[in-house]
Each structure stands twice: as C-alpha cells, then as structure tokens.
C-alpha cells in the first residue's frame, strides 16, 4: 500500500502538469520549439539519478519518492499528449474554425477527444515505468514499501519471500496496465 501510494501521488502530479503542458506544447508549434530541445536533455535522465538530488534538497525519503515517480512518469505523458494534440486531423480543426467555435470549447470538443487515445497511450506508459522505479528507489530510502521488503528480505536471506514480493510486483503492474488498456478502449475512436 506504502508503494502504490507513493506511485499514485507521483503519477498525480505527473499527470497535473504534462498533460496540459503537453496539450500546449502541441498547440503551439513556437512553445515546442522552445520546449523541446529541454524535454529531450531531461527526458533520458534516469529517475534513479534524481534521487541523490531529491533525497539532498527535500531531506524526506517518502517524499524524495514520490519526486522520483513524478519525474520518471511526466516525461511519457508529456511526449504523448504533445503528439496526439499536434496529430490531430486538420480538418477536424478547420471544421471548428469554420463553425466558429471558441477556443476553450474547440480544446475539450475536438483536440482532447481526438488526442485521448494517445495521451491515455502516454499514462499507460507512464504507470509502468513509475511501478518499475518505485521498487528501486524504495530499495535506496528504505523504510517502507515493496522494494524496501524486497531488499529487506533478501538480506534476511528469506528467498521464499522475495520470490513471493516479486510475483506481487508483477502481478500488481500487469494490473495496472490492464487498467490503463481498459480506458484506453474506452476512449479510441475507431473509424
């Protein structure tokens, strides 16, 4: 629960600044040229390397965690929801345009159901890295968590038990995925 908590605030706020960012980042050609070169330095960076820094300035293990999370999981999100916007079919737009829909209703009208299935593509993404780096990084801080056990019990060189916490994570993960494949259904249009 530790764990899942930790990737669910992470991925929230993930989800809070990429997915708006990215719908601007792929409004905007300007503010993707701008932004881009930035998103492509910080995008490789592996969320592990984030720690020392997190766990230096913010001095809290849970909360270094959850930075870790919202870092490894904005980048997937952000990438997608800037595609699918860019991607959507011009003459959708020009449809909007035509009518003479305002911008505000063009966006939640047009854009985002158009774009859902990649940006549900992204959060998809997203969750399964986020479940994969928690484990590490609770192996770094320690304290709590499944990685934490994991580590915890590997030292106590109980493998009956790491092995039981390995098909967990698994289990849990292929879960979450199945959760995000579910809305992603939901939300694809198919012609």
Request: overall charge positive; aromatic content about 10%; charged content about 10%.
């Amino acid at each position: 629960m530790h764990s899942l908590w930790r990737v669910g605030s992470g991925f929230l706020l993930a989800m809070i600044v990429a997915i708006p960012l990215g719908f601007l980042v792929g409004m905007s050609p300007l503010l993707y040229q701008t932004l881009n070169p930035f998103i492509q330095v910080l995008k490789p960076i592996s969320p592990l390397a984030w720690m020392p820094i997190a766990l230096y300035t913010i001095k809290d293990s849970t909360i270094s965690a959850i930075f870790v999370i919202f870092i490894c999981s904005i980048w997937p999100m952000l990438v997608n929801t800037a595609f699918g916007v860019a991607a959507v079919r011009k003459d959708w737009l020009d449809v909007a345009r035509t009518l003479e829909v305002n911008p505000l209703r063009k966006a939640f009208r047009v854009v985002l159901p158009a774009a859902a299935p990649t940006i549900i593509t992204g959060m998809r993404i997203s969750m399964g890295i986020a479940w994969l780096v928690i484990v590490a990084a609770e192996m770094l801080v320690g304290g709590t968590g499944i990685g934490y056990f994991v580590w915890n019990e590997w030292n106590n060189l109980s493998l009956n038990n790491v092995i039981f916490a390995v098909l967990m994570i698994g289990l849990i993960g292929m879960l979450l995925d199945l959760m995000f494949a579910q809305l992603q259904r939901k939300v694809t249009y198919v012609e």
